[in-house]
């Protein structure tokens, strides 16, 4: 690492909370190339869907500790309660 480097990297660690969170979103975003529109609206639709779907009652969410097991088990087992 270069010294203009580290002085980046000791200034930025001056920042606030809010100001690094803002910063680290930006350059992990400078590192991911170019966007892909029609996935993005893809995944917005999909969220959308998520969010419509947990509101109706047409679902009901899993805790990550049976997520977390359901995974592990290969999806065997049943996810009520």
């Known amino acids: 690492m270069g010294l203009a480097t580290a002085e980046v990297i000791e200034e930025a660690l001056r920042l606030s909370p809010r100001e690094r969170a803002e910063l680290a979103a930006r350059l992990i975003e ?5 966007r892909d529109a029609d996935a993005e609206a893809a995944w917005s639709d999909e969220i959308a869907r998520r969010v419509h779907e947990l509101d109706a009652g047409l679902v009901e969410p899993i805790p990550w500790s049976k997520a977390r097991e359901m995974i592990r088990s290969g999806g065997r087992g049943s996810h009520e309660g």
């Open 30 to 34: 400078s590192l991911d190339g170019d």
